[in-house]
Structure formats: C-alpha cells, structure tokens
C-alpha cells in the first residue's frame, strides 16, 4: 500500500487499556482499551480504535477530535449543556475545550482522528 494512504488493520495484541489523560470514572467501574493505528508522517494526529464498557467518566479534553461511532451507544454532557446521545453510524467532533461526562450505555467501539498540534 502506499505511503499516503493507510489502511488500519483490524485491532489485535497490544492494546492500552489505561484511562486517559483528563478522564475519571464517576459512574461504574467502565473499562476502556484502544490502538493508536496510525500517526500523520509530521506527527500532528493520530488515529486509531477505541473500546469501552458501560459506566461514566468525567472528560477533560486537551485536544479536538474527530470520531465515527460503529459500535454501541453513548451519551456525552457537556458540564452545564445538554446531553447529546451518539448511535452507530454517528460521526461527531469533540472540541480541545471540552469539559463533561461520556456515558457509555452500551459497550463502544469508535475510530478516532486527533489532532496533536
């Protein structure tokens, strides 16, 4: 395959499953595990699969991000918004200055695009 188009494999061995930075759990005690499966040749994003199971972290994001949702059902409040419920098939931006909940309802299956620099 070239160089400028990347195919992701499908995830296997080897993937992270601490929680990430800015993220603490409020509600349950979910799980998250993901595969950083690609960065951009300058180093400025990275993307990947993530997985989660159901229960609720608070988020703060230091960075914006792109997601497609394939699997499962979330449900995102931003502190002092209103809630906003994402289905397979949702694609959806979450912006560097976010601040909020991510219920996962349903066990979660998402690729991410992010935005380093």
């Not at 395959?1 to 800015?22: H, K, N, Q, W």
């Not at 990275?46 to 914006?64: D, K, L, V």
């Amino acid at each position: 395959m070239s160089d400028t188009v990347f195919r992701f494999p499908a995830p296997g061995e080897g993937a992270i499953t601490t929680d990430l930075d800015g993220w603490v759990k409020t509600d349950g005690n979910p799980t998250m595990r993901y595969w950083v499966q690609h960065a951009s040749l300058d180093g400025s994003m990275i993307s990947g699969t993530w997985e989660a199971t159901p229960g609720t972290w608070h988020a703060t994001y230091q960075f914006y991000e792109f997601v497609h949702l394939i699997e499962g059902r979330i449900t995102i409040t931003p502190d002092g918004g209103a809630p906003v419920t994402l289905t397979p098939g949702d694609a959806f931006v979450v912006e560097p200055t976010f601040k909020g909940t991510w219920t996962i309802e349903e066990p979660v299956r998402k690729h991410f695009a992010i935005k380093l620099k």
